[in-house]
T-cell receptor, first 112, second 110 residues
Framework: EPEVTQTPSHQVTQMGQEVILRCVPI?????FYWYRQILGQKVEFLVS????????KSEIFDDQFSVERPDGSNFTLKIRSTKLEDSAMYFC??????????FGSGTRLTVV | RKEVEQDPGPFNVPEGATVAFNCTYS??????FFWYRQDCRKEPKLLMS???SGNEDGRFTAQLNRASQYISLLIRDSKLSDSATYLC???????????FGAGTRLAVHP
């Protein structure tokens, strides 16, 4: 069964450092997303990406965040200057249409 | 009002029990509804879609009441492996954004 792959599974970074979280969506999917889940809280939408541009973003997705699909297969989330409150599980997902969302297994980001 | 609201639980039930989870959503224009299952520190996984006519998948039955903006999930004959957090999820339209509830935790004990 096709899957969404995320790397690394766990990233520890110092406050103020830049991090890049990587995702390889399912190859024929058209829509790509990042969600996050702070420990003990709900899964929250960050951003959706379609046709090589951001289609929607939440108020969480401020200027410190950016996304890119650099080579037609990878989909990355960059956090420019991490804060302690950025510590969370970050889930990448992709879908072909309105149904059929597939989530990756997540990257646990710990900011120290 | 929260966009998607669920009772956080936990629901502690013995094996074989029937358990029901409820969820309400605030946006009457919402189009699609789902139940996801999330195990500890893992990704959400689709359990089932929810339709107005109600739908069943083995021991799981989901119902949607659009007039009341209410979604339910019934699990019959609970198994130990059903222990997880159950997420009520609403598709908000636009570019396929999913809105998650905070989840209801289920613990099935022997």
């Amino acid at each position: 069964e096709p899957e969404v792959t995320q790397t690394p599974s766990h990233q520890v970074t110092q406050m103020g450092q830049e991090v890049i979280l990587r995702c390889v969506p399912i190859s024929n999917h058209l829509y790509f997303y990042w969600y996050r889940q702070i420990l003990g809280q709900k899964v929250e939408f960050l951003v959706s990406f379609y046709n090589n541009e951001i289609s929607e973003k939440s108020e969480i997705f401020d200027d410190q965040f950016s996304v890119e699909r650099p080579d037609g297969s990878n989909f990355t989330l960059k956090i420019r200057s991490t804060k302690l409150e950025d510590s969370a599980m970050y889930f990448c997902a992709s879908s072909f249409s309105t149904d059929g969302y597939t989530f990756g297994s997540g990257t646990r980001l710990t900011v120290v | 009002r929260k966009e998607v609201e669920q009772d956080p639980g936990p629901f502690n039930v013995p094996e074989g029990a029937t358990v029901a989870f409820n969820c309400t959503y605030s946006n009457s224009a919402s189009q699609s509804f789902f139940w996801y299952r999330q195990d500890c520190r893992k990704e959400p996984k689709l359990l089932m879609s929810v339709y107005s006519s109600g739908n069943e998948d083995g021991r799981f039955t989901a119902q949607l009441n659009r007039a009341s903006q209410y979604i339910s999930l019934l699990i019959r004959d609970s198994k130990l492996s059903d222990s997880a957090t159950y997420l009520c999820v609403v598709f908000s339209g636009g570019y396929n954004k999913l809105i998650f509830g905070a989840g209801t935790r289920l613990a099935v004990h022997p």
